[in-house]
Structure formats: C-alpha cells, structure tokens
C-alpha cells in the first residue's frame, strides 16, 4: 500500500458542485500539505496543518477548506467548484519538526476536472 | 523576485551527457533545498535534498549549493532517456520564519535525454 493515499483518482464534476478530495497516510508524519499544480505555473500551496490542531492557508486558499480529522488524514474541500479548479492535486506529508525542513512524500495525486 | 526560479528550458541532451538544471533563490527560502523529479502524470519523487553549502553526490546524481550567489543546481550524469521528465527544485523557508516548514517550488525544468 502507498504511504500517502489520495482519492479519488480522478473526478469530473459540474461547476457549483461540492466536492471532497481525501488524504490518509501511514507514515506517521505530523505535516500535511494540500498543492495544486498547473501547466506552466508549478506547485501552489492550498492550506497546510502541523498537527490535528493546527490549519494554515497557503497562497491560494480561496474556494477551498480543509479538515485534519486525525494525524493520518487531510481532507480538501471546493464548497462550490468552479472551473479554474481544474489542476491536478497532490497531498503530501512531511518528517519536519521545529525549524527543520524535510522533504515531502506525495500522494499519487488528484485529476479534478470542473466542467 | 520569485522566491525559487528555475531556468525555464526545455533542455535537451543526448544519452550519456552531462544534463544540469539551475535554480536560484531569494533570502526568504534559504535553509534548505530539494530536487524532485516529476514523470508526466505522476507525483513528484524526492531524489536529493541538499542542507550546506558544496557539492553532495548521490549515484549519478549531484546536487551543488552556492549560498553567497544563491543558486542550486543539479547535475546528471550518463544521462539516460529515463531521465527524461520534469525536475522540480524547492526551497525551505529560513528557519524562525512564519514560513517554516513549507516548501516553496520553481516551476519545473523539462528534460528530454534523446538516444
């Protein structure tokens, strides 16, 4: 099984729609992260969460939510998706503590599509 | 200035070459660095990370930081059509910054190794 496990896979969904993308992982990282990525643009940081407790905005957090329901799980949320949502989304989780920086672990990702 | 900018390519190299990709940073991602390789439609994979300033070797690969000019690089060496993909670099932010603990990514190089 992956460490970090993103579903769905993929998702088209009609512009309005309220819409779930889910994250859980198993390497016991404290840091999760939400990121979308756009041809030509790179990697842009939705929200981000340190422990259960604690939830940041990134960015580009406007349209989006999010949820740490527990340390393994991240969840991210368009409350009424537009098409500009369209972008493939990655999860990832992080070993950082402190001021220390870690590399990320990713997710497989999330095409979403909003039509 | 971007916070983490990479040369823009494409690159392209023939097998068993020499590839390089560059990246430059501002004061603000200074602690710590990291190259991903991405293949089209897949999550971004570590292969380097890179905490001081000098080279550090891994396999074919090397990755170089310079501090006082504030550039990264990695190199490829007997590059292979395997490596062909998009390399990502990121840096994190200074530590005892609000920003610790997130990376910040250029945009991607692609690079094609031709046989």
Redesign the interface.
């Known amino acids: 099984d992956a460490d970090v496990t993103q579903t769905p896979r993929n998702r088209i969904t009609k512009t309005g729609k309220r819409i779930m993308l889910e994250c859980s992982q198993t390497k016991g990282h404290d ?1 999760m ?1 939400w ?1 979308r990525q756009d041809p ?4 842009r ?1 939705i929200y ?1 969460s ?1 422990d259960v407790k604690d939830i940041n905005k ?1 960015e580009i957090s406007d349209g989006y939510s999010v949820s740490r329901q527990a340390q393994a799980k991240f969840s991210l949320s368009l409350e009424s998706a537009i098409p500009n949502q369209t972008a493939l989304y ?1 999860c990832a989780t ?1 070993a ?1 503590t ?12 999330t095409r979403l599509t909003v039509v | 200035q971007k916070e983490v900018e990479q040369n823009s390519g494409p690159l392209s190299v023939p097998e068993g070459a020499i590839a390089s990709l560059n990246c430059t940073y501002s004061d603000r991602v200074s602690q710590s660095f990291f190259w991903y390789r991405q293949y089209s439609g897949k999550s971004p994979e570590l292969i380097m990370s890179i905490y001081s300033n000098g080279d550090k070797e891994d396999g074919r690969f090397t990755a170089q930081l310079n501090k006082a000019s504030q550039y990264v690089s990695l190199l490829i060496r007997d590059s292979q059509p395997s490596d062909s993909a998009t390399y990502l670099c990121a840096g994190g932010a200074n530590a005892g910054g609000t920003s610790y603990g997130k990376l910040t990514f250029g945009q991607g190089t692609i690079l094609t190794v031709h046989p």
């Open positions: 840091r992260y990121y030509g643009l790179g990697l940081l981000y340190f990134g990655f992080s950082g402190g001021n220390a920086n870690y590399g990320y672990t990713f997710g497989s990702g």
